[in-house]
């Protein structure tokens, strides 16, 4: 590589390299090659979202054209009437309700626990600080299965069974978070802190009026990472919830799927109703995810 | 000056450091409190129980190492880790072949285009494994899915993709594929963004086709990423259990009973969870071998240079 390295820088000079780039892009086989790129990468964006799409669609079937022989791709006729009694149903609604206000609940206090801890462990000196973090860390790396079962017995302990509350305390601390957040916090340049203390900044000061307000950027990221876990959490709802007044609604609907399996039309339509929510604020935040997930990768 | 300087400045910081340390502790707090409760309790809990015969009904006993040989003597244990790993086999692979081809073609074409690649590819990613699952299920359906249909079309009969030992483990390596793809590609756009443009130049002046340049220096320059996506790929996979749970529960005659299914399964059947819980150490010590093992295999190889 080394080799390859020293015979290209002294050769090339910029122009030239412009004026070959436009040469080329102007024969045939460079054509076809871009062609043939936005045709793989129409391709790719196809198959990606097919499912979705496939999803979409059968909410406007009635229920023999979902599943059918000769099969259809298309219905007949586009039919609104799943979407209008998915979103007519109060039980369905209602558990849509309940899901956004604990999973608001859940994201709201996830960003102020965690990051509360992340600016202590980036910024502040403490006693154990040297036995806190790593002990923090660790709790990264225990698997969800190994503490899945024993989890069930603390919150039966805590008689939190069967609450809102078991769906929002337990998974609130989340090292990950802590740790993305405190990465953010050691960039912040300390000159700004310093100079917030001379002017009589009290600590607390320095976290509300410095902190907080530069920490848009994580706080999307750690947010939108917490909304989408609660929102699309199965398991421990499965398995602490059993009123249907607090049904999650991934539990609602894989609990549709067993009671009313003829139903698929409508099964349809309430997936992509429940799916809606987390595509919307996926879009909407995509450029602070995807850059999140880019700083995730070259570490 | 030399001596008192140290001692002033120790004045000075000793006040402000113990005051941060009382504020420290404040803000840490609820995450400290949260997470001792909710994850290093249990843990603690975890280990603690697997020597027992625990269940909510009647009086503990200690039983020593018991669960654990039991879990170990288990042929259903190892036949879950092995199917595990021919599960792994069916996913990490196309997965980080796909997620290379995608990136890719992500990074050479225009930055519009590869911004719709970008967000097209992971929105899957945001799914639930739930509303993928009833997707797929319908699509797999035996008489009117859509699968069905397509090989009906080259003169394949029907096949039952869930219902069927042979298809059901690929039948749900599709969807966990589809759902995965998103964070491995945009993890290899990125790194492959971080490879010098002077590299290809230099590459391209010597005539090196896509093939040379992709074997030669963009595959090399990316072996970390490349061995972490293998490794978070393989743990990932290997504790996938919410597709099989949602689409077949296991079955058929536990085609999918994917280990931490098996585990989850047996914690719901079994009223003593001694036994679940031996049994989800020991994967935990299982999977943490495989990955360093991984590790250190592909680490050894010297890829570079």
Known sequence: ?299 | MAISAPAASRRRVHPSRRQDTSMAYIMLAPVLILLSIFVLWPAIQAVYLSFFDWSFYTDSEFVGWKNFHDVLVDDKFWDAVLRGLQFVLMTVPVSMVLSFLVASLATSVSRRVSTVLKVSIYIPSVISGVIASITFVIIYDYSGGLLNALINIVGVPNQAWLGDPRWALAAIAVPAVWLGLGISTLIMIAAMLDIPDSFYEAAQLEGANWWQRTVYITIPQMKNVLLFLLVTGFVGSIQQFELPLVMTGGGPHGATELPNLFIFNHFRGDAYVGYSLAAALLLFVVLGTISSVIFRIVNSEKLVD
């Open chain 1, 1 to 299: 590589m080394a080799v390859l390295t020293e015979t290209a820088a002294p050769t090339t000079a910029p122009a030239d390299r412009r004026t070959a780039r436009r040469r080329r892009m102007l024969q045939p086989r460079w054509m076809l090659i871009v062609a043939l790129k936005a045709l793989v990468s129409l391709a790719i964006v196809a198959l990606a979202l097919f499912p979705l799409a496939w999803m979409i669609i059968s909410g406007f079937k009635i229920r023999t054209e979902v599943v059918s022989t000769p099969f259809q791709f298309f219905p007949e006729v586009w039919r609104w009437q799943n979407y209008t009694a998915i979103l007519s149903d109060t039980a369905f609604l209602r558990t849509l309700a309940i899901t956004g206000f604990g999973a608001v609940i859940f994201t709201a206090g996830s960003i102020a626990v965690n990051s509360m801890a992340a600016y202590a462990f980036a910024r502040l000196e403490f006693a154990g600080k040297r036995y806190v973090w790593p002990l923090v860390l660790m709790t990264m790396f225990i698997p969800g299965m190994t503490i899945l079962l024993t989890s069930f017995i603390v919150v039966t302990d805590l008689h939190m069974l069967d609450t809102l509350a078991v769906l929002i305390i337990p998974g609130m601390a989340t090292a990950a978070h802590i740790f993305f957040v405190r990465q953010f916090y050691l960039n912040i340049p300390s000159s700004l802190e310093e100079a917030a203390v001379m002017d009589g900044c009290g600590r607390w000061g320095v976290y509300l009026r410095i902190f907080l307000p530069l920490s848009k950027a994580p706080f999307v990221v750690v947010g939108i990472t917490s909304f989408m876990a609660y929102w699309n959490n199965f398991v421990w709802p499965v398995m602490t919830i059993t009123s249907p007044e607090l049904f999650q609604v991934q539990q609602y609907l894989a609990a549709f799927r067993g009671e009313r399996a003829s139903e698929l039309g409508l099964l349809m339509a309430g997936s992509a109703c429940a799916a809606l929510p987390i595509i919307v604020l996926f879009l909407v935040f995509q450029r602070q995810i995807i850059a999140n997930i880019k700083m995730a990768g070259l570490k």
